[in-house]
């Protein structure tokens, strides 16, 4: 979704620095964001789907996405609403349970999950 709004409508990001309760964010959003809306949403968006591919996977690599997971949530949690918070939050803190008790093993990675 990142990328398609990217293409189409880079200024919409903007927008953000009215949503956050954060000066130093709005302040980001406001000077060098502006200025390079492309790369830094480019780069984002491409993290996302990595983060969205290692969700899939197993061991190291599911345990790299997580880590990149709740990084990326904490850092839009001050976006507020903007960011859907407090869903943010909350989906950082399960991922940061999941990590904790190495849940790597997801009912969609067994063999005894039954299609429905």
Same mark, same amino acid.
Not at 11 to 39: C, K, M, P
């Given at each position: 979704?990142?990328?398609?709004?990217?293409?189409?409508?880079?200024?919409?990001?903007?927008?953000?620095?009215?949503?956050?309760?954060?000066?130093?964010?709005?302040?980001?959003?406001?000077?060098?964001?502006?200025? =390079?809306?492309?790369?830094?949403?480019?780069?984002?968006?491409?993290?996302?789907?990595?983060?969205?591919?290692?969700?899939?996977?197993?061991?190291?690599?599911?345990?790299?996405?997580?880590?990149?997971?709740?990084?990326?949530?904490?850092?839009?949690?001050?976006?507020?609403?903007?960011?859907?918070?407090?869903?943010?939050?909350?989906?950082?803190?399960?991922?940061?349970?999941?990590?904790?008790? =190495?849940?790597?093993?997801?009912?969609?990675?067994?063999?005894?999950?039954?299609?429905?």
């Amino acid at each position: 979704m990142n990328w398609q709004t990217l293409l189409r409508t880079p200024q919409v990001y903007l927008e953000y620095a009215d949503y956050t309760w954060s000066g130093a964010y709005r302040n980001f959003i406001n000077g060098w964001f502006s200025r =390079h809306i492309e790369f830094a949403v480019g780069l984002i968006a491409t993290c996302q789907g990595a983060i969205a591919l290692s969700m899939l996977l197993y061991g190291k690599l599911f345990r790299a996405g997580a880590i990149g997971a709740v990084v990326f949530l904490l850092a839009i949690t001050p976006f507020g609403m903007g960011s859907g918070f407090p869903a943010t939050a909350i989906m950082a803190l399960g991922l940061i349970l999941i990590l904790r008790k =190495h849940s790597d093993n997801f009912i969609w990675r067994s063999q005894k999950a039954v299609a429905i």
